[in-house]
């Protein structure tokens, strides 16, 4: 059974960092683009970034462009999403995600497609 757990979230002060971490089970996710969303109270559920399965090609929502960066360790079967300048507005739940179908070159996709795995989201609260 595929299980994605994200950790890493928290309280920050607004200019400070975090780093979230997603831990794939269940099956390797080497040959998968994995990726981010997240979603603020109030708001949908929006696109933040995704890496290929290959080569580590990413793609970012314009509005984290520069302040976040998405890694993956294929051995740890784990993809991060570092946050650095964190602004008020990055308060959200963060879900971590995976494509439903391998070796697909879905890095540019910004909408979850049906089969999409999903984490059980970890909040991060950016303070002013």
């Known amino acids: 059974q595929v299980q994605l757990v994200e950790s890493g979230g928290g309280l920050v002060q607004a200019g400070g960092s975090l780093r979230l971490s997603c831990a794939a089970s269940g099956r390797s996710f080497s040959s998968y683009a994995m990726g981010w969303f997240r979603q603020a109270p109030g708001k949908e559920r929006e696109f933040v970034g995704t890496?290929?399965?290959?080569?580590?090609?990413?793609y970012y929502a314009d509005s984290v462009k520069g302040r976040f960066t998405i890694s993956r360790d294929n051995a740890k079967n784990t993809v991060y999403l570092q946050m650095n300048s964190l602004k008020p507005e990055d308060t959200a739940v963060y879900y971590c995600k995976v494509d439903s179908r391998p070796y697909r070159n879905s890095v540019y996709f910004t909408q979850p497609l049906p089969g999409d795995y999903w984490g059980q989201g970890t909040q991060v609260t950016v303070s002013s």
């Open positions: 890496i290929s399965w290959s080569e580590g090609r990413t």
